[in-house]
């Protein structure tokens, strides 16, 4: 398995200004980023390919729908969202980066009130089918199932699995994430298992959103889960801070939950070890 680590940390948007960075994550043994594709074009991401590179960092991507206008979820705005979707995917690919995953189905934060209806279960698995085909073989989508306060969409590792059943593409699957199934599952490792054939990226996420390990979100055991089923995808640690205000305020992280971004990474990382060693 190979260990990535989520730059919203730090950035939603990677530039030359992350160099430090990125140079600190690879001395620490990472193999590989998560970069958050907000904003920028495909030969932006072609240029910040190449400073990955430089640096000897492979890539994953994370992206959302960033508000109604761009919502494939939604009725009105279906066909400007498909064209949203192919876009992620064409600056993901132009990144080369092997995953894209997270919550691009709906905008966080929304919600009808009401359960997903018949209509938008269509409509997402269309939509979602649609980012499939277009990503084909370049890339690989992991759908992000999120707890109740953040999305109503996609909430459950079962719900996840059946969306990628419809979806019925190669490079589609779904995103374990060990803080969202920690709130919605009553046992997150029996989902796993029970779904991680459709499992095509993990995230390791404290409960409380900061350092790994110091919390109680049953990470070893995900991990030993996903190496006992063969997964060989990636492990990328996911964490939140108070640098990027709106990312504070979207995660709902309101008090400091660590003492440094050093030791979220140096911790996590050392975590996972002892996870795959065991």
């Known amino acids: 398995m190979k260990i990535g680590f989520n730059l919203l940390l730090w950035t939603t948007h990677l530039d030359t200004s992350l160099l430090p960075t990125?140079?600190?994550?690879?001395?620490?043994?990472?193999?590989?980023?998560?970069?958050?594709?907000?904003?920028?074009?495909?030969?932006?991401?072609?240029?910040?390919?190449?400073?990955?590179?430089?640096?000897?960092?492979?890539?994953t991507v994370v992206a959302i729908v960033q508000d109604e206008a761009r919502n494939p979820l939604s009725a009105a705005h279906e066909s400007a969202g498909i064209d949203y979707l192919k876009g992620l995917v064409d600056c993901a690919v132009a990144l080369g980066a092997e995953v894209i995953g997270g919550p691009f189905y709906q905008p966080l934060g929304v919600f009808s009130g009401l359960p997903l209806s018949d209509e938008e279960w269509q409509r997402l698995v269309r939509t979602q089918t649609a980012m499939a085909d277009h990503a084909s073989s370049a890339l690989t989508l992991?759908?992000?199932?999120?707890?109740r306060f953040e999305c109503y969409a996609l909430n459950t590792c079962d719900r996840a699995a059946k969306l990628v059943q419809a979806?019925?593409?190669?490079?589609?699957?779904?995103?374990?994430?060990?803080?969202?199934?920690?709130?919605?599952?009553?046992?997150?490792?029996?989902?796993?298992?029970?779904?991680?054939?459709h499992v095509r990226h993990i995230h390791i996420s404290e409960n409380d959103r900061g350092t790994p390990g110091r919390g109680h979100a049953p990470i070893l055991p995900a991990i030993t889960a996903a190496k006992a089923a063969g997964y060989n995808g990636w492990l990328t640690v996911e964490a939140f801070g108070h640098a990027l205000p709106d990312i504070a305020a979207a995660t709902r992280v309101w008090r400091p939950?660590?003492?440094?971004?050093?030791?979220?990474?140096?911790?996590?990382?050392?975590?996972?070890?002892?996870?795959?060693?065991?």
């Open 22 to 59: 990125l140079r600190a994550l690879k001395a620490a043994g990472y193999d590989g980023v998560e970069v958050p594709i907000f904003t920028g074009d495909p030969a932006y991401y072609r240029q910040m390919r190449s400073m990955l590179d430089g640096e000897g960092l492979m890539s």
């Open 142 to 147: 992991a759908v992000e199932p999120l707890n």
């Open 257 to 278: 939950l660590f003492t440094s971004e050093t030791e979220v990474y140096t911790e996590a990382i050392a975590l996972i070890r002892r996870g795959l060693a065991a």
């Open 167 to 197: 979806v019925n593409r190669p490079n589609y699957g779904y995103l374990f994430d060990t803080f969202h199934s920690n709130i919605e599952e009553k046992d997150p490792i029996a989902a796993l298992q029970a779904t991680m054939r």
